[in-house]
């Protein structure tokens, strides 16, 4: 049975833990999108702890065979959910293949890569969702492929209203070992983070584009 409060708790312990999740409220990360951000997030860290990894490989399993029963071939999302689907794909004795965020410009020209069939229940893995673009850059891909995407996994999401809709929106099932707001209640509990921090990290996910503007330190 899967337990989705205690992983998500253990997940957010994991993470935070090994430094995978960092928290500067007060001295916030520029990301790529040149959004400030009091969170970064790198899940390919968890690759480097193998009890970490297990956990991680197997509660994914459990979620998959939980939330959307059968499936023939798991595909990750390149590039950090390669990793990932491949560990998920072994668990599960399954086919693997991956989505690029674009087709290779040279040889084959292969957007995905890997044999999927039309028709083929095809599940998604990624390691983290934050708005869901590039998640749902792989689903499409893998529907005009013929393919029957059953859903999407990942490790950890922000908890985006953006994401939501945008899942919504393409009709994608999606499921996370952890979360934003697990990540937080834990943080604060086992202080990682004081009580003024917590103010500072709801109002980044409230409205992340206009957070914390003024601020230009980046790393």
């Known amino acids: 049975m899967f337990n989705k409060s205690e992983t998500e708790q253990q997940v957010a312990e994991y993470l935070l833990q090994i430094k995978a999740i ?12 040149g959004w400030k951000s009091p969170i970064y997030c790198d899940n ?3 690759l480097a ?14 979620l998959i065979q939980e939330e959307f029963g059968s499936i023939a071939c798991i595909a990750g999302v390149a590039t950090a959910g390669i990793p990932q689907g491949v ?5 599960m004795g399954l086919p693997f293949a991956y ?10 020209g292969n957007l995905i890569e890997g044999d999927v069939f039309p ?19 792989a689903v499409e891909a893998l529907r005009a492929a013929g393919c029957d995407v059953a859903g999407l996994v990942a490790i950890f999401t922000y908890g985006f209203d953006a994401a939501e809709q945008n899942f919504k929106k393409v009709g994608c099932k999606f499921a ?16 990682y983070i004081s009580k003024s921090d917590v103010s500072l ?10 957070w914390g503007q003024e601020i230009t330190d980046t790393i």
Do not use: C, M
């Not at 702890?49 to 459990?62: D, E, G, S």
């Not at 989505?99 to 084959?108: D, I, L, P, Q, S």
């Open 176 to 191: 996370t070992l952890s979360n934003y707001n697990a990540l937080i209640a834990y943080a604060e509990e086992h202080n």
């Open 99 to 108: 989505v690029r965020a674009k087709a290779k410009e040279h040889g084959t």
């Open 119 to 137: 028709g083929q229940r095809v599940l998604v893995v990624e390691d983290l969702i934050s708005t869901g673009k590039s998640s749902l850059q």
């Open 49 to 62: 702890h193998p009890a970490i990894r297990t956990y991680i490989r197997q509660k994914l399993t459990r």
């Open 201 to 210: 990290l709801q109002q980044w996910r409230e409205n992340p584009a206009q």
């Open 22 to 33: 960092k928290l500067q409220p007060t001295n916030p990360f520029t990301w790529a999108s």
């Open 87 to 91: 560990l998920i794909a072994q668990e």
């Open 44 to 46: 390919r860290s968890t």
